[in-house]
């Protein structure tokens, strides 16, 4: 198989020249801080797409999950239901406030939190009062049932959209869901600021608060006076040019991702695999990445440990960590499914609950939940929306070929 002589990205940023425009403004000006024209603006239309009250432009997804998990009142040693299969950035902002991420097993329809475990994770918590619930890669979770039973049991819900900016959810937006939500203009999202991020909220109080502490808590007096703990976290207006200028081109995104997903839906067929799920008629993702899923009787022999994996090739039959070798040799980027929280080492000592109930193997390894199945099965494909047709079906070759 020839190899790509520009390398095929999972997913990078994709810029349209606006940007610069928008940068130069802030040059111009020399609004080169955290105040300014196009932070005011871009909050201002994250609020008109997404359909909330109140977006604050931080410096980064994690800092907005921080401020989130600050409005939702975590305090030490408190319990915080969270997605077990994420990236880190989900659940370490508990951390940082010192309460307890309990970890919650995902469903099989969308790889999202599964209500049947939050609410068995109330059964043995009912003290609980904050869940942290990720849209992975796109596609939104089960908000109804998972805000049905937060409400039912008194707890607050913060959506991590950082990778679902634009999916919609019975109509409504990712991120308008949720008491405190993010989104994430990291790099390799969908749109991007470079870095950046926004907390979004409905209350005009919370938003005030994040606006406050984002600039180090601050009081209304003659000189720096502190009543309240401060972040340097606020969003900087060169950063906010970039997203500014992106924004427009949020739904073409979106559009180019779903194309590329359905192209490989199109050439995959007849594979012994699945791309990653969602419920049709309930949810449009914005199919941020693409992943396959390949079917249990097809899977290869693959062993992983801490840090490293092996498999053994067979016939007929794969393994993610064969796609990706594979893929690497034609200069394409794949990557594991984020490998859940509670196979991590840092929290393998935090309580893990699944639709059986209370986690109880030792072996934090084993692969009998749906995350651990999910990541030991799954693999994300390359889904950068400047991949040609061309370079996309050369791309489809290569994981055929793991099946030969
Ligand atoms: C990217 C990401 C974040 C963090 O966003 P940053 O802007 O990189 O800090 C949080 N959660 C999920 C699920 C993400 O993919």
New binding site residues.
Partial sequence: MKSFKNRVWLSTPTMHGEELKYIQEAYDSNWMSTIGENINESERIVCEKVGCRYAVGL???????HMAVKLAGVKPGDRVFCTDM??A??VNPVVYENGIPVFIDCERDTWNMDPVALEKAFQLYPEVKVVVA???YGTPAKLDDLRAICDAHGAMLIE?A??SLGATYKGRQTGSVGDFN?I???G??IITGS???MLLTNSAEAAAKVRKWSTQSREDAPWYQHEERGYNYRMSNVIAGVVRGQLPYLEQHVARKRAIYERYKAGLAGLPVTLNPYVEGEMEPNFWLSCLLINEEAMCFQTRKSCAAAYTDEPGKSCPTEILEKLAKVNAEGRPI?KPMHMQPIYKENEFVTAAGLYQNKKRDAIDNVGADIFHRGVCLPSDIKMTAEEQDAVIAVIRSCFD
């Avoid at 410096?59 to 999950?65: E, F, K, N, V, W």
């Fill in positions: 410096a980064s997804g994690t800092s907005a999950l994420t990236f950035a989900t990720v849209h992975l991590d950082a990778e993010v994430s203009f990291n390799n999202k870095s950046g991020g984020w």
